[in-house]
């Protein structure tokens, strides 16, 4: 269709070309040549001065974006291309039209044709939804320049950058979430409580342990010592760790996403996790969320609902490119106990990948309710997500 729609183009500056040849011919040698010298002129000096001026003005010609960095799901913004001019003609007709992600619904996709001068920039406003959580990308499809008599079109060299704009997903309430809750909650307890002995045995021999004080309103219940504030009738707080916090991990299996369909699938996973990794806050389990960006693995402590949702901001530009690696290879060095993977394409890439981490902690997966879940029986637990972020456990 491009190329037929530009082929019409050029047909039509060619056939005008040639009426206009034509009437030239017949008033030079059928009607009054003199006329006929003037329309010769005409046609040949016109179209020259035009492509000079408009070739030298489209070269004096730069652009810019204002955009802002971050945005909320569902709002409306807009999106201004800030075009100067440092030529002292004036720009005939500027053509421009933008390429906008998936993520964003445009109102008005039409090209925009205006004519501007030295004295002002000119701003050309976009106006743009955010549908869909995540980086989303806003680039320049066309910026050029058309002479004064409409024959020619120069592309414009200094175009702006592509722009990038992060999508802040929400963080939603699960429904029939308790289950699993408890789950990692008893398994990062009895990994402390185990952790504890080991520290207190290996100090009862070479070190003085742990030091205590008495508790304070905000202090993590997970650091009272039960036994020694039972022995002394108030409630004690270790200050100091003899060994490495137990913190659960969220890993998020994501991709880049072009279609609305996939990028809609990809946000409900992406909020179900960061729904989940509130409610272990809550519970005053620390945690942490591992996701992928440029081609590296990245990894987020979260110890407060503040975290979470400042996780959430910092997950709105990650594009989750993940260079080959499913998953984080640094995982199994670290104390874990339940690895929890949210996943939007299970098979059985990712199954391999997460066998090698089975032997360490307990091995979940979280998929929509509509996929391909035979790939994961090599899980320890299976639960489905909806678009209601209502959990579903698959395997007792």
């Not at 106990?337 to 090698?356: K, Q, S």
Request: overall charge negative; charged content about 20%.
């Amino acid at each position: 269709m491009k190329h037929l729609s530009a082929w019409l183009e050029h047909s039509k500056l060619f056939f005008g070309l040639l009426i206009m040849f034509g009437m030239a011919y017949v008033f030079t040698h059928y009607l009054d040549g003199d006329i006929g010298v003037v329309v010769w002129s005409f046609l040949i000096l016109a179209p020259l001065i035009s492509l000079f001026l408009s070739r030298s003005a489209c070269r004096k010609i730069s652009a810019e974006w204002q955009a802002p960095s971050y945005c909320a799901k569902g709002k409306t913004f807009t999106l201004t291309m800030t075009v100067h001019s440092e030529s002292r003609l004036p720009v005939p007709f500027l053509r421009c039209r933008i390429h906008a992600d998936a993520n964003f619904s445009q109102e008005d996709n039409r090209i925009v044709q205006s004519a501007m001068t030295s004295a002002e920039p000119l701003e050309i406003p976009y106006q743009l939804t955010a549908e869909y959580a995540g980086c989303a990308k806003v680039s320049v499809q066309e910026l050029s320049v058309s002479d004064y008599l409409g024959w020619f079109n120069f592309p414009v060299n200094a175009v702006p950058e592509t722009v990038k704009i992060g999508i802040i997903p929400e963080i939603p309430s699960l429904s029939n979430a308790n289950i699993i809750l408890h789950t990692v909650s008893d398994i990062v307890l009895t990994q402390d409580d185990e952790e504890e002995e080991s520290a207190a045995a290996f100090s009862a021999q070479s070190m003085p342990g742990y030091i205590h004080r008495e508790y304070v309103a905000g202090d993590s219940l997970k650091r009272i010592n039960w036994k020694m504030s039972a022995k002394r009738q108030k409630l004690l707080v270790r200050m100091d760790e003899a060994a490495a916090t137990v913190r659960p991990a969220v890993i998020l299996d994501l991709q880049p996403e072009t279609s609305p369909e996939a990028l809609k699938r990809r946000e409900i996973i992406l909020e179900g996790a960061l729904g989940f990794l509130l409610l272990l806050v809550q519970q005053g389990i620390p945690c942490t969320i591992r996701y992928s960006s440029e081609n590296v693995w990245k990894s987020i402590i979260l110890e407060n609902e503040d975290a979470v949702r400042n996780a959430a901001v910092e997950l709105a530009i990650a594009d989750f490119t993940c260079g080959g690696n499913r998953l984080d290879p640094t995982l199994i060095q670290e104390k874990v106990g339940a690895y929890l993977i949210y996943t939007a394409h299970p098979d059985e890439n990712l199954a391999l990948d997460a066998a090698r981490l089975k032997d360490s902690g307990y091995l979940c997966a979280v998929c929509l309710s509509d996929a391909n879940q035979s790939a994961l029986s090599g899980f320890n637990a299976v639960w489905t997500l909806n678009q209601d972020f209502a959990m579903q456990n698959l395997k007792k």
